[in-house]
């Protein structure tokens, strides 16, 4: 069906017989009714959307809160600083035990010396 034989069927269908007060209240009542079913029809739309949101809304909160609570950069600065401690201990032992190191006269290398 094509534009020609669709306005030839729609010329002949008769229009009923209306008053004129009808056809000057229709474009109000069609508002009216317009804005009685907009919020049944968004609302079932609207629905999945509102909850991909709320859920969104729900996760950052979330992780913000988590965030603010275990601050990640805090506690990997922690562990950092931690093991760095570790080291310079380490390094400070070694510094006050080298003076105990003594030649070993029967091979190549050095021994501990006893503290005692």
């Not at 534009?3 to 008053?19: F, M, Q």
């Not at 069609?30 to 709320?54: I, K």
């Not at 760095?84 to 003076?99: F, I, N, P, T």
């Not at 030649?103 to 021994?111: C, K």
Request: glycine residues 6%; proline residues 6%.
């Amino acid at each position: 069906m094509n534009n020609s034989d669709l306005e030839a069927k729609l010329r002949s269908v008769p229009v009923p017989a209306r008053t004129k007060e009808y056809w000057d209240d229709f474009p109000v009542r069609v508002r009216v009714q317009l804005h009685r079913r907009s919020p049944e029809a968004s609302g079932r739309a609207a629905g999945p959307a509102r909850f991909a949101w709320a859920t969104s809304i729900a996760f950052s909160v979330t992780l913000i809160l988590i965030c603010a609570q275990h601050n990640p950069l805090r506690a990997a600065s922690a562990a950092w600083e931690e093991r760095q401690q570790g080291w310079e201990m380490k390094l400070a032992r070694l510094d006050a035990g080298l003076h105990r190191l003594m030649l070993n006269t029967d091979g190549m290398g050095y021994l501990l010396a006893d503290p005692n």
